[in-house]
């Protein structure tokens, strides 16, 4: 990761792809790639504006840029580091390292996984959204934080299917609530009929049978 800050002096940061672990240390998924081959990212501001595609463990950036940025926003909870990147990315060419070179743990005791049980992972997103906007051209900027928002809404929604699979209805009722605040574009609202029809069948499948009696 040390390569291209200093062979590509007007890079502000680097990050790499990361594989995610359970509590237990086992792999589990690793993220997509960005683009074949390592190198500065064409277009990322725009890309990164409606969803975040990283997690911290595997960026890196240059001391000056956070000089010259300033600091993470702790106002924006969950989001301040999604929208640390953007503010990054308008200001700096960014590289990516096709390599996974990073480790995210996903745990069931972390911060993220007790927000999702009130909806507060949804409201921190919907901040940095709003937030970033700032950021963007001013032409595209509307269109890019109304697809951040689909993009959230329909997250939440898919979060909320795996809660229904998992038996966490609290976390499942906490996300459609969310999504539906977030956004009732059709896309969501198709994601919204997924998500009660997932429900409907879990709630057949508990149901004791009656046949007989």
């Known amino acids: 990761m040390q390569r291209p800050f200093a062979t590509e002096h007007d890079v502000g940061a680097a990050f790499c792809r990361y594989i995610s672990v359970d509590d237990r ?6 993220s997509p790639l960005e683009q ?4 500065v990212l ?11 595609r990283l997690q911290t463990p ?3 950036v240059r001391r000056e840029v956070y000089e010259s940025l300033g600091a993470f926003d702790d106002r924006l909870g969950l989001g301040e580091d999604w929208e640390m990147w953007v503010r990054i990315a308008a200001h700096y060419p960014v590289w990516y390292e096709v390599e996974p070179l990073a480790l995210y743990r996903v745990g069931s005791a972390s911060i993220t996984a007790r927000a999702m049980r009130t909806g507060q992972n949804v409201e921190d997103i919907v901040r940095a959204i709003d937030t970033i906007h700032a ?3 001013p032409q595209r900027a509307d269109a890019l934080r ?10 939440a929604l898919r979060r909320a299917r795996r809660a229904i699979d998992s038996g966490q209805g609290t976390v499942a009722r906490a996300q459609v609530r969310s ?3 977030v956004s009732r574009s059709p896309a969501v609202l198709l994601a919204l009929g997924h998500t009660l029809a997932r429900l409907a069948l879990a709630r057949a499948r508990r149901r004791p049978d009656q046949a007989g009696t």
Do not use: Y
């Not at 064409?42 to 975040?52: D, F, I, R, S, T």
């Open 25 to 30: 240390n086992h792999w589990q998924t690793i």
């Open 179 to 181: 999504a539906l605040r």
């Open 36 to 39: 074949p081959q390592s190198g």
């Open 58 to 60: 595997c960026m890196v």
């Open 135 to 137: 950021h963007l051209p």
């Open 146 to 155: 109304a697809e951040a928002r689909e993009i959230a809404a329909t997250t």
């Open 42 to 52: 064409p277009g990322w501001l725009e890309k990164l504006a409606v969803g975040q």
